[in-house]
């Protein structure tokens, strides 16, 4: 019984497994496909016998695809094959042709994409292709790198057109390398009409910016099957470059034709266009003589100067439209400054203020261009507020300032209404000079190649250097920028260039990261702040730096781990020529250097490169207080190695490179195009002067000869000044009598300064505004660019005030009437002096030692005469004269002593006093000081007042 139930589980264990066991084999077999295929030529049908298949496959799917090579394998006699592969995959399977003779791709490939579920087959008509070699590098106008990343595009246009799908039709960095292809080759279907679309990403700044062109004339390259061509990228980049900037033209000419509807004086940047379409027309002759770098010179330098002049146009219509309301603000202060000057009382001044605003308001519509761009809606309301903000703030600002200035402008407006003439004619002066300022002048700021003079020690430098271009603010705190390797690759490329000289060396630090140690006895070291590393051979042409080595020999070129070091630290050192030394990085040993050559420190110390700095690197020193500053590091810090050696060390990177050329004549050229094509800073020799020439920003001057006018106002102003100030001798006597100091009396004829340069700069301004009009009305070219922003308006009063100012601060430096020192100022004590201290009084003058006498003299003789005019009676034994010179401690002094017996009835002599004039022994002059010993605050305050009017007035004979 027990055998029977066995023999059932048996039974039923096999009934139940064996299809499960079935199952699962199918399952296995059927995760296993094959491809197979057939490669056929797609011109004439034949086989394609030894055709390479290649295998990928991805597991994900979607725009993102991830390909894993699988397998490759060849095709039979019939060009058949098949290969095994598992399910489940997205599969990609390229067919190509390798000629076993040629070693040429013959064929363009042919892939096909599936998802694999079942065994495929595969049909590859591969067709007849030429491979297309692009040399050199991919410029765009917008950037000064080359392109890296860049793809091609092959799309066929014949009648009878290829499926894309068919033939592998994108070839660069977005494609799927599988063959390992470089960048710039392509395999081109032949016997066809085929487009090639170049798609390329450049750096703009800090942004990526998308760029493509089209090449369509590819049948001068005589493709046939199998054939490798080379044809030169700039070829067709060139072309891509001049419509980029061509279009940028368009947009600034239709900018320019706008704004001069609008009345806009836009004469300078019409020129800046001509200049662009003659950099344009030569880029074009150059590119017809396959002169490609100097071609995309041309148009770069076009392309900057065209992206300028639209950000200027585009400038003149924003800064015009958003000036009107501060314009028309300035107008109303002019308005009331005129109104100011006809009356003197402030209700007739702002009424008087409402006609001069109108007239001149409509002076300004008619001549400012912004007006027109402004809707009389928001343009009416705009001049009414200005006018009421300006009545308002003037009682404000009267207030503000103080009774004692109002007084002092108030006197100064009298001063101007009674000389009305010269007033008028100092006016028109300054109208005229603000008027040819705005009209005939511009300075403004621009970007593009700069080229300037520079002066070194070296005479007559061989070559052109190129670095990073540091801005000169930095250049004392950063050494340079480093330059990327692949420069030189660039550079090889030129025509023209027999060789270039790259200079390695070490960043700017402030402490040692390496030294130098004998072999066995590493206790004797010497710290390395500089490693400089070079091309010998050529540095030897460039800088002569082989005249420095004054043991051994100079370096060779490929050496390994050979290096010269000064006789200084040879010697600090205890090693000769030919021994081995120990380079140290921090605490390791890096490695060892033979030491070929020892150079003299002081002439290697002074070895200046093209650019006229020191060769030798540069190092930080901290200073107690302040920021790290550069310095030259010592010639026993340095090692000179070669170039290759000197990046193997860390903080060493590339810092310039030198470049010699085919003819010196044409370093000029070539500096230019390497300063617009990559951006770098470059100086170059033409023998009798060195040059600088970058790409950056700079200011643009032009009308300079407005200086001549600017110091005719200036030299009419002090003379006008001058004038004055010899016919009110006696008013300011008066006003100084009753108390205005000197500084007060010097604002009086500042103030008739301000007021003629505030009135003459509003009025001169719109005047030069209309001035633009005037010059387009009859073709009169003024190659200026007009001032339409409200910065401008302040500008043009700065120049007002700046001329008749200076011209009446001169004067008044040289007319010591009034202010015979302007160091000094009278001051009165509104107290008296503690107990024991003594009234000191400072006199407005300084004097040289050959005028003490004569002034004391005259002094001393108007105080006899005022004491005998106020005291008949008075005694010789009632008050003492003396007269004293003393010098203690290389102070020098001489005083005047007056001596008294008080008397009640006499101010004036009623109090003792010294009258005291001391030099320094670094002073150039004497100063002069009223001393009081006691005496009452009255007779004080008569007595010093007397003495200061009395010296004023021999100052005043004097100067006559």
């Excluded at 309301?381 to 703030?393: D, E, K, Q, R």
């Excluded at 009396?745 to 209309?770: P, R, T």
């Excluded at 003393?886 to 009258?915: D, M």
């Amino acid at each position: 019984m027990a055998e029977r139930n066995l023999s059932v589980c048996l039974f039923l264990i096999v009934v139940f497994t064996f299809p499960i066991l079935s199952f699962t084999d199918v399952q296995g077999q059927s995760s296993e496909f094959f491809i197979s295929g057939q490669a056929l030529d797609y011109v004439t049908n034949d086989y394609l016998r030894n055709a390479s298949v290649s295998i990928w496959h991805s597991s994900n799917r979607g725009s993102s695809v991830t390909w894993n090579f699988i397998k490759e394998v060849k095709t039979d006699l019939n060009g058949k094959f098949s290969v095994k592969v598992q399910s489940g995959f997205q599969y990609r399977v390229y067919s190509y042709n390798l000629n076993s003779e040629s070693k040429a791709l013959d064929y363009a490939p042919s892939f096909e994409d599936f998802f694999l579920i079942e065994n495929v087959t595969l049909f590859f008509r591969l067709i007849p292709a030429a491979s297309i070699v692009f040399d050199g590098s991919l410029w765009f106008v917008e950037s000064s790198k080359p392109s890296t990343q860049y793809s091609f595009i092959i799309v066929d246009n014949s009648a009878s057109r290829l499926n894309n799908g068919s033939f592998v039709n994108i070839y660069g960095a977005s494609s799927h390398n599988f063959l390992g292809l470089p960048l710039n080759r392509i395999l081109v279907p032949v016997d066809r009409n085929i487009t090639i679309i170049v798609n390329a990403t450049v750096i703009v700044g800090t942004a990526a910016v998308f760029r493509s062109f089209t090449i369509n004339d590819l049948k001068h390259l005589n493709m046939t099957k199998g054939r490798t061509v080379s044809t030169d990228i700039r070829k067709y980049s060139s072309q891509a470059n001049l419509d980029i900037v061509y279009g940028r033209l368009s947009v600034s000419e239709q900018l320019i034709e706008k704004l001069e509807l609008q009345d806009f004086y836009v004469v300078a940047e019409r020129q800046d266009l001509s200049k662009v379409r003659k950099l344009l027309m030569s880029a074009q002759t150059k590119y017809d003589n396959r002169q490609y770098d100097e071609c995309y010179s041309n148009i770069r330098e076009g392309y900057l100067n065209v992206v300028t002049t639209i950000q200027r146009l585009e400038d003149i219509y924003a800064n015009a439209t958003s000036s009107v309301i501060f314009l028309t603000f300035f107008l109303a202060f002019t308005a009331l400054a005129v109104s100011y000057l006809l009356s003197k009382r402030l209700l007739i001044r702002g009424l008087m203020s409402i006609p001069f605003f109108g007239i001149l308001f409509l002076l300004f519509y008619l001549t400012y261009p912004g007006c027109r761009v402004v809707p009389w809606s928001l343009l009416i309301p705009v001049a009414a507020a200005s006018l009421g903000i300006v009545t308002i703030i003037t009682p404000l600002f009267s207030a503000l300032v103080g009774e004692r200035i109002v007084s002092i402008m108030s006197l100064a407006k009298l001063n101007l209404g009674r000389r009305r003439l010269r007033f008028i004619l100092t006016l028109m002066s300054t109208i005229v000079l603000v008027m040819s300022f705005v009209s005939l002048t511009s300075f403004s700021a621009g970007y593009g190649l700069t080229t300037k003079p520079f002066y070194t020690l070296s005479a007559n430098p061989k070559g052109v250097l190129m670095k990073q271009f540091i801005l000169p603010e930095y250049r004392s705190a950063i050494g340079f920028y480093a330059l990327d390797s692949s420069t030189l690759n660039l550079l090889n490329e030129r025509v023209n260039i027999i060789t270039v000289a790259p200079k390695a060396e070490t960043l700017p630090a402030t402490v040692s990261f390496m030294s130098l140690s004998p072999i066995g006895n590493p206790s004797i070291t010497a710290r390395i702040f500089g490693i400089l590393g070079i091309k010998a051979s050529v540095e030897s042409q460039v800088t002569h730096i082989e005249r420095i080595v004054v043991q051994g020999r100079y370096l060779i070129d490929g050496e390994n781990d050979t290096g010269l070091i000064s006789v200084l630290m040879a010697r600090d050192l205890g090693v000769k020529v030919g021994e081995n030394i120990i380079l140290n990085v921090g605490a390791t040993p890096k490695k060892e250097m033979k030491i070929v050559g020892l150079f003299d420190d002081g002439l290697f110390s002074s070895l200046r490169d093209i650019d006229g700095e020191l060769l030798i690197p540069k190092k930080k020193v901290m200073f107690e207080g302040m920021d790290p500053v550069l310095r030259p590091c010592e010639s026993y810090e340095t090692i000179i190695t070669t170039w290759h050696n000197a990046l193997e060390l860390p903080t060493v990177a590339l810092s310039r490179i030198d470049i010699l050329t085919e003819d010196s004549k044409s370093d000029s050229s070539i500096a230019r195009d390497i300063a617009l094509e990559q951006g770098f800073d470059v100086y170059y020799s033409t023998g009798s002067q060195n040059y600088e020439i970058v790409v950056s920003t700079y200011l643009e001057t032009k009308g300079l000869a407005i200086l001549i006018p600017w110091v005719i106002v200036i030299i009419s102003m002090i003379i006008t000044v001058l004038n004055s100030i010899f016919e009110q001798q006696r008013e300011i006597a008066i006003l100084s009598s009753v108390g205005l100091n000197p500084s007060h009396l010097a604002g009086l004829f500042i103030s008739e300064a301000l007021i003629i340069g505030i009135v003459g700069g509003g009025i001169g301004y719109l005047l030069g505004l209309g001035s633009y009009k005037l010059m387009a009305f009859f073709s009169i070219i003024v190659e200026v660019r007009s001032k339409v922003s409200a910065a401008w308006s302040i500008a043009a009063v700065s120049v007002s005030l700046a001329a008749v100012l200076v011209g009446a601060l001169i004067a008044l430096r040289y007319s010591v009437v009034i202010t015979p020192s302007l160091m000094r100022r009278w001051q009165k004590e509104e107290n008296a002096p503690s107990i024991g201290k003594s009234w000191v009084f400072q006199m407005p003058i300084r004097l040289q030692e050959a005028d003490l006498d004569p002034m004391f003299k005259y002094v001393i003789s108007r105080f006899q005469k005022r004491l005998q005019a106020v005291s008949i009676d008075l005694n010789p034994e009632d008050f003492r004269l003396t007269l004293s010179d003393e010098e203690n401690a290389g102070i020098k002094t001489k005083t005047f002593k007056f001596s008294c017996i008080p008397r009640q009835r006499i101010t004036i002599g009623g109090v003792s006093f010294n009258l005291v004039a001391s030099k320094g022994k670094d002073d150039d002059a004497y100063s002069l000081m009223v001393v009081f010993g006691m005496g009452k605050d009255n007779a004080v305050y008569k007595t010093a007042d007397f003495l200061r009017m009395e010296i004023i007035g021999w100052n005043t004979l004097k100067r006559k």
